[in-house]
């Protein structure tokens, strides 16, 4: 395949610098940019398209947003095999991502027409008391490698139609699908016209560019997407500035499985929430916490599932594991299986696996670890594909489990019992953003707000109402009479 070509018909004009993209697939150098210098210009530019976009009614803003999921839809299969050939998930789900963009930007448009506010009962006689909401100004979007185009779209689409310009800072790993996507804005804004300059942004570079994001006061909200080490190092920063942050940080998240679980709907749903992307979701099940009755089935079960999985080029028909996203991410995944051993754990596979004569990529056999009890190393999020059983004997037991970490994002139970699902979903249940009952902790629709607690970070970013994090909002009381009376009865006269 060629890259240029790809690169080519999705519209991304030649560049070069020194950061370098390569891909996972064979670690060949695919392109490189240069880093942005500073980001004063690009939060300078977004100030002044603030001033004009905030005036665009929202339903005109939504028909930018709607001509991107045109432009998107048309390049859906070449944007999705550039996610592919950038990140090494399998084609599947770079059609799959982009898709997600698509639907993001379907919900924004008519979103676009709902940004609706309350009206609350006054006690005063002859007013009106209601909210209404605003734009907020310049939003700056800090993305992981692993969604390298669908994060930047849950947050762009609705920042846009509620009336923000967007300043892109991408993972240095995936500049390439970030130009991709900036090309397709651009089409839709050619096409859509009167657009202005420095409303759809992308400023390249490392944490010196995310922290200065974070520093700028011309930034109302930072959405960060990433490590919980990459949060804590910026949300401060811009607290110190009383601005906003929208954290979608690390997960480690748990299944439970009971007893009357259905184990082959568990065994396949397991298997795409711990594989699927290499374990590379911030989502991905992490830790299987099942029934002591059952444990030992369900292990000789995944076991098998395990063994027939196809690993290999992640473009390829029938494959569905792709590589890691390089060395460094396999030396992470060797040092906690090493570290599973001496607690010990029984390690099933998580070996490398060498595909075609690519030294320079880094395929890694997803690893079942079976755990003979509870480890403070499971407490942390290596972002490989490492699954972690360990068994329990009562509900309360399982959920202490499930919440025993300091992360808070996705969550699963399987049964079929109406009061362990319920007892999961409710207020002493799990305590994640995401609690799912017989599907897996990943693969999340845009129509929900997606997040979690804890070191997750806190916000919420897509669906639901998660478009309020991107707007002001005002309360109005208007009098419509001729007297003045005060709320709580306040007398204050002259006399
Ligand atoms: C992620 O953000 O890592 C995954 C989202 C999902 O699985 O739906």
Not at 138 to 164: E, H, I, K, R, Y
Not at 203 to 230: C, E, K, N, Q, Y
Not at 345 to 356: L, P, Q, T
Request: charged share 20%; glycine share 12%.
């Amino acid at each position: 395949m060629n890259i240029r070509e790809l690169l080519n018909r999705l519209g991304v004009p030649r560049s070069s610098g020194r950061i370098t993209a390569r891909s996972p697939i064979d670690g060949s150098v695919i392109g490189s940019v240069a880093p942005t210098p500073d980001v004063n210009h690009a939060v300078d530019a977004a100030g002044d398209a603030f001033i004009r976009w905030r005036r665009v009614p929202p339903p005109r803003r939504g028909e930018l947003v709607r001509l991107l999921a045109e432009e998107l839809r048309a390049a859906k299969s070449d944007l999705g095999l550039l996610v592919t050939v950038e990140t090494g998930k399998i084609l599947q789900e770079g059609l799959g991502e982009v898709q997600e963009m698509i639907d993001i930007c379907d919900f924004a448009v008519g979103l676009s027409r709902q940004l609706y506010g309350l009206t609350m009962a006054t006690e005063r006689p002859e007013h009106r008391m209601m909210e209404t909401w605003h734009p907020l100004g310049p939003v700056a979007v800090v993305t992981a490698f692993n969604f390298p185009v669908a994060v930047w779209a849950w947050n762009a689409a609705l920042a846009l139609v509620c009336g923000n310009p967007v300043i892109w800072k991408p993972s240095d790993k995936t500049p390439l699908c970030a130009l991709a996507v900036h090309a397709l804005v651009e089409r839709a804004a050619h096409r859509l016209g009167g657009i202005p300059a420095g409303l759809c942004q992308v400023v390249f570079g490392g944490a010196r560019t995310a922290v200065a994001l974070a520093d700028h006061p011309g930034i109302a909200l930072l959405s960060a997407t990433g490590s919980t080490a990459m949060g804590k190092a910026l949300a401060p920063r811009v607290a110190a500035r009383l601005g906003r942050s929208l954290l979608e940080l690390g997960g480690n998240n748990a299944a439970v499985v009971c007893p009357s679980a259905d184990l082959d709907l568990t065994v396949r749903a397991v298997l795409f929430a711990a594989v699927g992307t290499a374990g590379q979701r911030c989502t991905t099940l992490r830790r299987l916490i099942v029934h002591n009755s059952i444990r030992a089935d369900l292990v000789d079960r995944l076991k098998t599932a395990y063994a027939s999985l196809t690993l290999g080029d992640p473009r390829e028909a029938g494959t569905l594991v792709g590589p890691l996203i390089g060395r460094p991410a396999f030396t992470a995944m060797q040092s906690a299986l090493e570290a599973a051993r001496s607690a010990g754990g029984a390690v099933h596979g998580g070996g490398r696996v060498m595909v075609g004569n690519w030294a320079r990529a880094w395929y890694a056999a997803p690893a079942l670890v079976d755990m003979p009890g509870p480890s403070p190393l499971m407490a942390t999020e290596t972002f490989a594909p490492i699954l972690y059983v360990t068994g329990f004997d009562t509900l309360d037991e399982a959920i202490a489990a499930n919440n025993g970490v300091p992360q808070g994002l996705a969550s699963s139970i399987f049964t079929r019992d109406l009061g362990e699902a319920e007892t999961f979903l409710s207020a002493w249940g799990s305590d994640c953003g995401i609690a799912n009952v017989n599907i897996g902790p990943s693969g999340a629709e845009i129509g929900g707000a997606f997040g979690g607690e804890k070191d997750t970070g806190g916000g919420r970013e897509s669906g639901s109402d998660a478009w309020r994090a991107y707007m002001r909002r005002t309360t109005n009381t208007i009098n419509f009479g001729t007297e003045l009376p005060l709320a709580q009865g306040i007398r204050f006269e002259t006399p």
